[in-house]
């Protein structure tokens, strides 16, 4: 069975970059999609993307100008990258991975079924 | 606001079947499969519905699914207390070409 662990700053100032990283330990990392999902404080989650082991990417259109996820398969890790931040970005953060499923004749990938610890990333000055 | 619409809240004392429902559009519930996620408070959120009305391994049969053109329900049977959580519906949106989460439903056991 897989586990998520992720890590990452938790304190940042308006302007810097928020770096995340999340590693897979157990089972298999190729052939799975992993994603992001935030979540601000007392609000409901938001999707920031994933990515699968050939470096397939699916962005959230609303954050795609200052996200990257980018993966190593080596290292059973996968990274989330977000300039420019502000306040609106402070939230917890989620690494997961995403179950691949077959429904209507399309595969889906956007039923994460195995989640980090979080991550409290705050934005203040 | 979401564009997945779900109740801010429900209710239900134990023992007795609840449904949380979710009412989306043709460009995400409509054209596209339902999951639900169980967020106990503090905890990341838990997979209890994919592709509609499928429960991964673990996931009690007192969790059940539905869909219905663009709503979808998530019902759950013989409430316990510690099915007090907050949960959520998401559906692939066609349009925004993204993975729309609802705005969340908080579940309290009377």
């Known amino acids: 069975q897989v586990q998520l662990q992720q890590w990452g700053a938790g304190l940042l100032k308006p302007s810097e970059t928020l770096s995340l990283t999340c590693a897979a330990y157990g089972g298999s990392f190729s052939g799975d999609f992993w994603g992001w999902i935030r979540q601000p404080p007392g609000k409901g989650l938001e999707w920031i993307g994933e990515?699968?082991?050939?470096?397939?990417?699916f962005y959230n259109p609303s954050l795609k100008s200052r996200v990257t996820i980018s993966i190593d398969t080596s290292k059973r890790q996968f990274s989330l990258k977000l300039t420019s931040v502000t306040a609106a970005d402070t939230a917890v953060y989620y690494c997961a991975r995403a179950l691949t499923y077959h429904y209507d004749r399309h595969d889906y990938h956007d039923a994460f079924d195995i989640w980090g610890q979080g991550t409290m990333v705050t934005v203040s000055s | 606001q979401s564009v997945l619409t779900q109740p801010p809240s429900a209710s239900g004392t134990p023992g007795q079947r609840v449904t949380v429902s979710c009412s989306g559009s043709?460009?995400?519930?409509?054209?596209?499969?339902v999951n639900w996620y169980q967020q106990l408070l503090g905890t990341a959120p838990k997979l209890l519905i994919y592709s509609n009305n499928q429960r991964p391994s673990g996931v009690p049969d007192r969790f059940s699914g539905s869909k219905s053109g663009a709503s979808a329900s998530l019902a759950i049977s013989g409430l316990q207390s510690e099915d007090e959580a907050d949960y959520y519906c998401t559906a692939w949106d066609d349009s925004l070409n993204v993975v729309m989460f609802g705005g969340g439903t908080k579940l309290t056991v009377l």
């Open positions: 990515i699968n082991h050939s470096g397939i990417i």
């Open positions: 043709s460009s995400n519930i409509g054209g596209n499969s």
